[in-house]
């Protein structure tokens, strides 16, 4: 009787065993995605700064680690906290390509993956609460055009890539361009010229091609008075039909706990 109970017991214990264990197997996170390779060195070009993701999964990079962070996580400097002096001093030359034809979100993903194999990246997130601009339609409602068809890349390279907006400067100012970008990615990138985070409160869920420039005459970080005169808080308005207002709000921190010059590729 023992026996046929033990056979019993261990007809039924064994399959469940194995499903339990197939589980455990199936449930781990998959494999962060990597680069196939990647050269990382550093760069005596202190010139133009980019990260660019070009077609055919590559990426290229001549920019200081800072903003390699910035484009890998999705942030802006306002949301790094423990910064080093040569996060922003030194630039990295960065050559790397991945199988297939990944979108820009997955190559962003495979540049943290550098980042943590090359640079000993640790990082975590806080929530913390900061000063920020509440980005919101202005009183005579938003000037903004709708998009037109094929007026936008899908790679870096080329015109303002399908949802995205770049920023540049010249002598005229600073020009932000975007094609099919939508108002969070606008806020994303007004953040860059004002040093603080931006909270879309626009209530606008549409897409749009962005054109705006404007002067930066230092006063970016510091709001004007309703009356004043003064940079991007009035271009944006008199352009886009947005205004920029002060608030508080809760902000994602990207904390560096631990990063380190890369070695010899």
Known sequence: MEGLVAGYLGKKVCPLLFALMASVMWGQAPAPPRFEVASVKPSEDHGQMYVRVLPGGRLLANAPARLLLMNAYGIQFSQLSGVSDWLTSETWSIDARAEGNP?????????????????HLKVRHESREMSIFALTVARNGPKLTAPKDGGCATSDAGPPP?????????????????RSAGMTELARVLAIPLGRSVADRTGLTGTYDIHLQFIDDGSAGNPPAESADSGIFTAIQEQLGLKLVPAKGPVDVLVIDHIERPGAN
Do not use: K, P, T
């Open 103 to 119: 979108s820009r979100g997955e190559m962003m993903s495979m540049l943290q993956s550098l980042l943590e194999e090359r640079f």
């Open 162 to 178: 399908c949802g995205r907006v770049q920023i540049s400067m010249s002598s005229q100012g600073v020009l932000m361009e975007g």
